[in-house]
């Protein structure tokens, strides 16, 4: 049987492996999944919770069942955080009766052990359980360090390390739990229950109970707690939630609502139309859960290293304790010395310097109406160094549009727009829905016709008008402008509106440029990317009338799915690492061979979900600099991250040449090592679009 856990004080990776380790090693478990970044255990087996957190002791693990809610404890009232405190008074009581007293006094030296004993004695236990199975993580050198200081007689050094120690694994604990919000956040978003409507009865269920083809009651203020459609009803629904847009959206019948958002203004009836689990949002959780629990290629580094990394620490650290040792006959200096160098030596800080980074990077994301599939893609995205798009519904709207109007002897715009779709009104053409949506009002038609690669025709207030091609016009012995002849040299579809003598005007539609396709082209050439590619199966003249507009000179036009895939695999040739923008569906070849395939997303689509490595969900162009600009200072932090972690710890060890270095000097650099890379990362947080 599969269940799935949430768990809490998951602080370091290290532990996570360790309480992975110990689960797999229960009577009756198959198999263990741990992810580290959600926080989040599945197991194929049968075991109780009491057991897990029996696993997960060494490190106060609390297991919950993941439809649980989860009480928050503040930092201020957890047990690691109180037991910190209270060796923080011991220590200062101590240090106060060393003074008065004397250092090897039994009052000084109770004070100190008691300090020791509550700050550390959950470490201590875990590292002489490590030391006897021969595991060495960073509490296996802290206990050698902590036992070798009291053997020595430095009470009052050994504990201060406990105490600086206790306060690194409370803050690491907390940055952890910080970073994971978002998970948390979005897991909260939709609501446990709701009001149903079934066989004719109004009902509360658990939404776990909710059935498809359920009508949902949503009233104003609620949130809209399954996928459905509008069966009744029309209302303002704020989606900020799946689409990290502010500006709320207006939904009538047979409009898509989502699970989590906000219907702000009217009474709805939903008709549901996927269970709890298979939710837009339910999605987006599992898919953030699962890209935080991958890791990136600097993180799978930087765990191989640490395989090495340890051992290497605790062979120096002998090394400096007995060579000299035996050399100088000064044992007392050389192996405190050596222990030091087990306590600056912990690889805490550089375990933690990239899933921090990562973690909250991807959180922060998704808060943003961006999903990013895994950290391996979180890293390449700032790597990129072309991009290329699809230019229908990517760069433009993705459905025709008027552009221009252009009217004949004394006729005003708007009419000849009404006329036009009085027409039209008939039609199912793309083209005709362009110019229909255009009316402020429209006459009775009457007789109307269809006439194949021409156009149409009608009799409106009692004269036969016709729309269609200019050609059609032309046969009728009717004139055409030059301007209408230049706007179909520049890609739009340009129809006629005329009588059987006299042309009434022109009308011009094309797949109209979003406002916002220029503004981002810049801004990519602004962040050094210059190699902008469009796409596209459209006429080359349209294309490239449309590049023209928006600032993109590269362009490929008249070009199948398959056409597109190897434009792609030749731009990686040429540039390395490109990234491919389209909407998910006819792209999905070039989206799968690119760098980073990048997908316009809609409102949560499937198909933006599912294909690419991100998604934009709200369709939004604004948020590709935005995820560029995220990645990019992702990656500059783990750097300073690994940076901060090795570079203060090389110049801790330095001290033991002129035999500077002590107890809690060592501590002070790995603490403040481990300090610096959390609140390095967290500063991803605040990056905005």
Not at 143 to 157: D, K, P, Q, S
Not at 231 to 257: C, F, M, Y
């Amino acid at each position: 049987m599969v269940k799935t856990y949430r768990l809490e004080n998951l602080s370091c990776t290290s532990c996570a492996a360790k309480f992975e380790k110990n689960v797999l090693n229960l009577p009756e478990i198959k198999n263990v999944n741990l992810n580290f970044g959600a926080s989040k255990l599945t197991i194929d087996g049968n075991v109780t919770i009491e057991a897990l957190e029996k696993a997960g002791a060494f490190d106060h693990i609390r297991v919950y069942p993941e439809k649980q809610k989860i009480k928050h404890v503040p930092f201020y009232q957890r047990r690691q955080t109180i037991e910190t405190v209270l060796s923080l008074l011991l220590l200062i009581a101590g240090i106060i009766v060393s003074f008065q007293l004397d250092e090897t006094h039994p009052w000084s030296i109770a004070l100190f052990a008691g300090s020791m004993a509550i700050g550390g004695y959950h470490m201590f236990w875990t590292g002489l359980k490590n030391l006897s199975g021969f595991q060495f993580d960073m509490k296996t050198l802290m206990t050698i360090a902590i036992i070798g200081a009291v053997i020595i007689g430095e009470w009052r050094e050994g504990a201060v390390v406990v105490f600086l120690f206790a306060v690194s694994e409370a803050l690491e604990s907390f940055s952890m739990n910080k970073a994971r919000q978002s998970i948390r956040s979005l897991m909260d978003l939709a609501p446990a229950r709701a009001f149903i409507q079934r066989g004719g009865e109004l009902m509360e269920l658990d939404t776990e109970d909710i059935r498809i083809g359920d009508v949902l009651i949503v009233k104003p203020g609620q949130k809209i707690a399954m996928d459905g459609t509008v069966l009744r009803g029309q209302s303002a629904v704020n989606q900020a939630a799946i689409t990290g847009e502010s500006i709320p959206a207006v939904k009538t019948v047979g409009d898509e609502v989502f699970a989590g958002t906000m219907n702000e203004e009217g009474a709805l009836e939903v008709t549901v139309t996927k269970r709890v689990e298979d939710t837009t949002i339910a999605k987006i959780i599992h898919l953030v859960e699962e890209a935080q629990a991958e890791k990136a290629p600097t993180q799978k580094f930087i765990d191989q290293f640490a395989k090495y990394y340890t051992p290497a620490v605790i062979v120096i650290a002998f090394l400096v304790a007995l060579v000299p040792g035996f050399l100088t006959g000064n044992w007392e200096i050389w192996v405190y010395q050596g222990l030091a160098v087990l306590v600056v030596g912990c690889p805490c800080a550089l375990v933690v310097s990239t899933p921090v980074a990562i973690v909250t990077a991807i959180g922060n994301a998704a808060r943003q109406g961006v999903l990013i599939k895994g950290g391996i893609h979180l890293e390449e995205t700032g790597r990129i160094n072309a991009v290329a798009f699809d230019k229908t519904g990517t760069l433009t709207k993705g459905y025709p549009e008027v552009t221009d109007v252009l009217v004949q002897d004394a006729i005003e715009r708007q009419e000849l727009l009404n006329l036009a779709a009085s027409v039209e009104a008939m039609s199912q053409h793309p083209l005709a829905r362009a110019i229909t949506k255009q009316a402020a009002s429209t006459y009775p038609s009457e007789n109307f016709n269809s006439v194949t690669g021409k156009g149409a025709y009608a009799t409106v207030n009692e004269t036969v008008l016709y729309v269609g091609s200019l050609n059609w016009a032309e046969e009728k012995g009717l004139r055409i402008p030059e301007k209408a002849r230049k706007l179909q040299e520049s890609g739009k579809s340009v129809t006629a509106v005329f009588s059987e003598t006299v042309l009434l005007g022109i009308i011009a539609v094309a797949d109209a440029i979003r406002t916002e396709s220029p503004s981002i082209i810049e801004k990519l050439k602004g962040m050094g990317i210059n190699q902008i590619i469009m796409l596209t199966g459209d006429h080359p003249a349209t294309a490239t009338a449309i590049a023209a507009e928006i600032g993109v000179t590269d362009v490929r036009a008249g070009l199948m799915p398959e056409d597109k895939l190897s434009a792609i695999k030749e731009l990686q040739k040429q540039y390395r690492r490109v990234a491919m923008v389209g909407d998910g569906i006819n792209d999905a070849p070039a989206l799968a061979a690119s760098s980073i395939g990048i997908a316009m997303g809609g409102a949560g689509t499937d198909a933006a979900l599912e294909t690419a490595d991100i998604a934009l969900m709200a369709d939004d162009l604004e948020k590709l600099p935005y995820t560029i600009r995220l990645s990019r200072k992702t990656l500059r932090i783990i750097k300073e991250n690994i940076v901060f972690a090795l570079g203060l710890k090389i110049i801790a060890l330095l001290l033991i040449i002129p035999g500077w270095l002590t107890l809690w000097i060592a501590i002070f650099a790995d603490m403040g090592a481990t300090l610096l890379v959390i609140l390095n990362a967290l500063r991803l947080v605040k990056v905005q679009k």
